[in-house]
């Protein structure tokens, strides 16, 4: 099934699947099993983070199916994140080489900086550090000098490539101005509500591939939310294609120049995520899920809105 599916090239000329895998709050177990199923389905592609705490269950699930002899590794592409207690130079490639041992891999396809921004180190598990207050301690290291802590690990072969997240455009542009390796991702929070066309062109026009995390905007059937999930517009698109919802979304987020990373950990629909690329949507279905776009975000990080360096204060 995964020859079927189509490939992406980076600018460094390595290439990655058009669908990944999420992870994020997918533990005690349940990530590992949806790793494992997603690879036996054709996913080639998995992506977690330090943050996620789940990097152990998605290296065992990988060792497993490298040991079957269902993939080799080299035929799965693992992108993680750096946390933004990590942001310190001198400490990046050490929480580089502490991600590989959660993993029990060698080296990782992809190592993005997770935010722009980062906190306070206060130890390695103190992800989300408080003061006396409550509030989150933040530092301000300057995303270049991360970032060329960074390059040092493509060096080291820690890492095959290296990317960002959560960047916007200034942001972005200032690093491409001041890097010697390119980034080759900026994975960004995308689905119809938050389109994100103009972050889209500009990542375009550098040759940086987005990644699209919330693609589907956490659904909650219980409060049938988000619109774009429930509402009967979407749904005669989908019936249009003999298609549910998601499906639907998945493909305008794969059309307008995106890799979704739907998370989940129910197998029918880790299946059903992969099942996207035998039809096209047209222009009319591209009018109906662009007039989703209200620009609202699902994380805005509000916490971290007093950093230099927090992404969210421009329009893009």
């Excluded at 994140?81 to 991600?99: G, N």
């Excluded at 005669?236 to 998370?263: F, H, M, N």
């Amino acid at each position: 099934m995964s020859s079927k599916i189509p490939y992406v090239k980076h600018n460094n000329g390595t290439q990655i699947q058009s669908i990944g895998l999420g992870t994020y709050t997918s533990l005690g177990g349940d990530c590992e099993r949806a790793t494992l199923h997603a690879i036996d389905v054709g996913y080639r592609h998995i992506d977690t983070a330090y943050f996620y705490e789940n990097e152990n269950e998605v290296g065992a699930a990988v060792q497993r199916k490298i040991a079957e002899g269902v993939i080799k590794r080299e035929d799965i592409h693992i992108t993680t994140k750096l946390w933004c207690h990590f942001h310190e130079p001198e400490r990046v490639e050490y929480a580089c080489r502490k991600t590989l041992q959660n993993f029990g891999l060698q080296y990782v396809d992809l190592y993005l900086m997770h935010w722009p921004y980062s906190y306070v180190y206060r130890g390695d598990n103190e992800m989300m550090p408080t003061d006396a207050k409550g509030e989150v301690e933040l530092n301000d290291i300057d995303y270049l000098d991360t970032w060329r802590a960074m390059e040092k690990l493509v060096e080291l072969g820690l890492t095959k490539s290296i990317g960002v997240s959560n960047f916007n455009s200034e942001q972005l542009t200032r690093l491409l101005a001041n890097c010697k390796i390119k980034p080759i991702h900026n994975q960004i929070e995308c689905h119809p509500a938050l389109n994100q066309k103009k972050l889209i062109a500009l990542c375009k026009k550098n040759d940086i591939v987005v990644t699209a995390y919330c693609p589907l905007g956490r659904p909650n059937p219980a409060e049938k939310t988000p619109n774009y999930i429930y509402d009967a517009k979407v749904q005669a698109i989908g019936d249009k294609y003999k298609k549910s919802t998601a499906q639907v979304v998945l493909r305008y987020l794969i059309e307008i120049g995106t890799i979704p990373l739907p998370k989940s950990s129910n197998p029918k629909r880790i299946e059903e995520n992969f099942k996207i690329f035998d039809f096209q949507l047209d222009a009319e279905d591209h009018a109906v899920l662009d007039s989703y776009n209200t620009g609202e975000r699902l994380i805005p990080m509000t916490h971290a809105i007093k950093s230099k360096n927090y992404p969210f204060n421009i329009e893009f």
